[in-house]
């Protein structure tokens, strides 16, 4: 494949929209053919899918029905999206991937889908593909839910099902992450998203440059 697979990962709240926005027209002015695109929902059977894991009750399914529908909602991403784009030699930006998963469905919700499972999951789902860089962007669970929330009050459809559970979630969720990163250093880079938005396009930007040479 051509072109390049970057993922951005972190609590709500964290900014990783208004970064994406930032690093698309960075690179865009590098001369990168770029998309931009998320999960759940980055297609438009994903949005169906996205609509029944986002709105509703905590608990209106088990555990492993709701990691199935993500990783189902994955590979519909990566077979209609992803992949043909980045065939096509094109710089894939994505808001979540399958750190999301492991972050929220085991580290935020303590272990309710094993990590055998996850595994056995990411493995039918997406087999030996992975980002080529994941940039997670790490902030304070009170400040980034505080920012969530405000968004959600406005916001045309209320999806806080994940907004919706207590701060020692995102605490766990917090650590998850750390703990990806910390086992996977050659893919993942944390960074400290409590910073203004200009430098943490710019922190990101020198990542970039330096993992993906640019
Ligand atoms: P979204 O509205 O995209 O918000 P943001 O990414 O800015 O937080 O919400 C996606 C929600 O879905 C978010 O709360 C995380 C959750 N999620 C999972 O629990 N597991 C997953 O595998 C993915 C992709 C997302």
């Known amino acids: 494949m051509q072109g390049k697979f970057i ?14 926005k930032l690093l698309e027209e960075y690179l865009k002015v590098k001369g990168k053919d770029v998309i931009t695109t998320k999960e759940p929902g980055g297609t438009p ?85 992975k980002p080529d860089l994941t940039i997670i962007l790490d902030i304070d669970p009170e400040i980034g839910i505080k920012r969530s929330l405000n968004r959600a009050a406005s916001a045309a459809v209320k999806e806080v099902r994940f907004e919706n559970v207590d701060i020692s979630f995102h605490k766990r969720l917090r ?27 710019q922190e990101i930007i020198k990542e970039i440059n330096k993992r993906l040479g640019i």
């Open 45 to 129: 059977l994903g949005q169906e899918l996205r609509r029944i894991l986002l709105t509703g009750d905590v608990d209106k399914m088990d555990a492993k029905s709701e990691a199935m529908l993500f990783f189902a909602d994955r590979r519909i991403h990566l077979t209609k999206k992803i992949w043909p784009a980045l065939e096509k030699g094109q710089w894939v930006i994505s808001d979540r991937f399958a750190d999301s998963t492991k972050a929220y469905q085991y580290y935020g919700h303590n272990g309710r889908v094993s990590l055998p499972d996850l595994h056995n999951l990411y493995e039918i789902s997406v087999g030996n593909f």
């Open 175 to 201: 650590q998850g992450y750390l703990e990806i990163a910390a086992s996977e250093p050659e893919r993942c880079v944390v960074i400290d998203a409590n910073q203004s938005i200009e430098s943490l396009h």
């Open 7 to 20: 993922t951005f990962e972190g609590g709500d709240g964290s900014g990783k929209s208004t970064q994406i």
